[in-house]
């Protein structure tokens, strides 16, 4: 493998039928596009990321902008994907469900941290472009979910499940840039301690 060239073994938005371009092309995007922003990237910058030229690359691709929304609805089903099994799992309380969602998170976040702050930096840009498929499970609505057996207003239990989103991002971002002491998942009871504050 040449330098600069992305390992694509073992990536969870990576599809088993990829071929080996379109595969390297998610990876060496996703690295680049947590690194310098999609705007900042060039179709050249993947390119050399990936070891592909950019002839291989938009034989995948219609576009830059569609790799990208892509890997959005990739990462995001893979997030969402593991969020509903960690709840599904619990046959709990609310609270415990909750808890389960956020070390599901920690688990992720020392998985592939840039895959899922991709995802949360991205939100904004891709939500409403991405396929219904995509768009059936939100993240903060599931929360929400789980809340809303709680009392307190409607206003109060966003909130709370915004403040949840935010602390999980907020870890990620600490983890990609080496701030995080130990793995993310080490941090599960003191995480779950805020995450009670912020509930109760």
Aim: proline residues 2%.
């Amino acid at each position: 493998m040449s330098a600069g060239k992305e390992s694509v073994e073992l990536r969870p938005y990576l599809a088993q039928d990829d071929a080996a371009a379109r595969a390297a092309s998610l990876c060496a995007a996703l690295r680049l596009f947590v690194r310098h922003g999609i705007d900042a990237t060039s179709v050249r910058d993947i390119a050399a990321g990936s070891g592909f030229t950019n002839p291989a690359i938009f034989k995948h691709f219609d576009s830059k902008e569609a790799l990208a929304l892509c890997l959005f609805e990739r990462c995001y089903t893979w997030m969402g994907n593991a969020f509903r099994t960690a709840s599904e799992t619990v046959t709990g309380s609310a609270e415990q469900k909750l808890s389960a969602i956020v070390e599901c998170a920690l688990r992720l976040i020392d998985e592939d941290q840039e895959a899922l702050l991709y995802v949360q930096e991205n939100l904004r840009r891709f939500w409403r472009q991405a396929s219904p498929e995509t768009r059936q499970f939100s993240l903060l609505g599931h929360i929400r979910a789980l809340l809303d057996a709680r009392s307190g207003s409607p206003l109060e239990r966003n909130l709370q499940a915004s403040a949840i989103i935010g602390l999980i991002s907020q870890l990620a971002r600490e983890a990609y840039f080496g701030e995080l002491p130990g793995t993310a998942l080490s941090q599960a009871q003191r995480v779950n301690a805020i995450i009670t504050r912020i509930i109760n």
